[in-house]
Nanobody, 122 residues
Framework: QVRLVESGGGSVQAGGSLRLSCTAPGFTFDNCGMMDWYRQAAVEQREWVSSIATDGTTHYADSVKGRFTISKDKDKDTMYLQLNSLKPEDTALYLC???????????????WGQGTQVTVSS
């Protein structure tokens, strides 16, 4: 059973910063395609936030463009989301999605993390 481990959430004041991490211990995301961050606020639908492709190309939702930065560390098989200039409307459960494989396998399987809570106060 693969478990994506997310960390880095917390409570900050508006204007603050956080750095979220997502990894799958014992697995690699190398050559497994696009990876994403989503967020879900209370009573709202899940919202796509950002993606990073295998070649490192990044994409952002308009609501976070210029404030959030997605990145990955291939050596650590960890994906990050740097959140700067946080606003109260960024408050949500942030979830990562990535496909991973065993290092000896070429088969990638898609998984979701359970989320890390980000709370921004005004």
């Amino acid at each position: 059973q693969v478990r994506l481990v997310e960390s880095g959430g917390g409570s900050v004041q508006a204007g603050g910063s956080l750095r979220l991490s997502c990894t799958a211990p014992g697995f690699t995301f190398d050559n497994c395609g696009m990876m994403d961050w989503y967020r879900q606020a209370a009573v709202e639908q899940r919202e796509w936030v950002s993606s990073i492709a295998t070649d490192g190309t990044t994409h952002y939702a308009d609501s976070v463009k210029g404030r959030f930065t997605i990145s990955k560390d291939k050596d650590k098989d960890t994906m990050y989301l740097q959140l700067n200039s946080l606003k109260p409307e960024d408050t949500a459960l942030y979830l990562c999605r990535m496909s991973v494989r065993r290092t000896w396998s070429t088969q990638c399987t898609n998984y979701w993390g359970q989320g890390t809570q980000v709370t921004v106060s005004s």
